[in-house]
C-alpha cells in the first residue's frame, strides 16, 4: 500500500535547526516532496528530491533521503520565525505519474 | 503566466446541490489533479488527468466527476452536495521529466476552494 507518516508537531527555539522526518511506503516512489503551507494559505512546493539522489541543499534547506529505511527528512537551519507553517511530506509514486501521496502533516512553531 | 487559477473561491451549498469548481492553468501542463484538504489530514487525491481526455481516480473519488476536454482546464462536479464533502478543495498541475538519470519537476497549487455543505 501507499502511506506517508510524518509527525503532527515541532516546536524549535528560533535560529536553532529545525528537522521534520517522515516516512513512506511505496519503494517505487520516484519524486519525494516538501511543501510548505501557512495560514489560510494553499500549498507551496518548497524542494523535492529524485529518487537516486542521498541528499539536496537548497539554501537553507537540506534533504536526506534513506532509500533503505524508507525515510525522508527536511532540515531547516537558522528557523526563523517566518518558517511557521505546516510542512508535509508526499511522493509520487511509481505507477501513476500524476498520483502523489501526502503525509498529514508536521506543524512547525517557533518559540523566542 | 497565471499558473494555476480556482474559482470560486468560497462557496455554500445545501445538501443535494450540485456545482462545478473549476480549475485552468496556462503553463501546458500535461498533469492535473484534484484534492481535498480536510482539518488534521494531508491532502487526500480526488481524481486526476495525465493529459486532454484522459482522466483517472484517486484516493476519495465518489461523489465527484471529473473531465479534461482541453490541457488548460480541468473542472471538478460535485452530483449531489453532501455535508462530509465540506473541505478545502486544491486543484494542482505538474510537470515533470528525466534527463541523464537526474529529476527535475515543476508543480504549481492553485489558491484553493473553500466548500460547505449545510
Known amino acids: 500500500g501507499e502511506d506517508v507518516e510524518q509527525s503532527l508537531f515541532l516546536s524549535v527555539r528560533e535560529g536553532d535547526s529545525s528537522v521534520i522526518n517522515c516516512t513512506y511506503t511505496d519503494s517505487s516512489s520516484t519524486y519525494l516532496y516538501w511543501y510548505k503551507q501557512e495560514p489560510g494559505a494553499g500549498l507551496q512546493l518548497l524542494t523535492y528530491i529524485f529518487s537516486n539522489m542521498d541528499m539536496k541543499q537548497d539554501q537553507r534547506l537540506t534533504v536526506l533521503l534513506n532509500k533503505k529505511d524508507k525515510h525522508l527528512s527536511l532540515r531547516i537551519a537558522d528557523t526563523q520565525t517566518g518558517d511557521s507553517a505546516i510542512y508535509f511530506c508526499a511522493e509520487r509514486v511509481y505507477s501513476s505519474a500524476s498520483k502523489i501521496i501526502f503525509g498529514s502533516g508536521t506543524r512547525l512553531s517557533i518559540r523566542p | 503566466n497565471a499558473g494555476v487559477t480556482q474559482t470560486p473561491k468560497f462557496q455554500v451549498l445545501k445538501t443535494g446541490q450540485s456545482m462545478t469548481l473549476q480549475c485552468a492553468q496556462d503553463m501546458n501542463h500535461e498533469y492535473m489533479s484534484w484534492y481535498r484538504q480536510d482539518p488534521g489530514m494531508g491532502l487526500r487525491l480526488i481524481h486526476y488527468?495525465?493529459?486532454?481526455?484522459?482522466?483517472d481516480q484517486g484516493e476519495v473519488p465518489n461523489g465527484y466527476n471529473v473531465s479534461r476536454s482541453t490541457t488548460e482546464d480541468f473542472p471538478l462536479r460535485l452530483l449531489s452536495a453532501a455535508p462530509s464533502q465540506t473541505s478545502v478543495y486544491f486543484c494542482a498541475s505538474s510537470y515533470s521529466e528525466t534527463s541523464g538519470g537526474v529529476g527535475e519537476e515543476t508543480q504549481y497549487f492553485g489558491p484553493g476552494t473553500r466548500l460547505l455543505v449545510l
Open positions: 488527468s495525465v493529459g486532454a481526455g484522459i482522466t
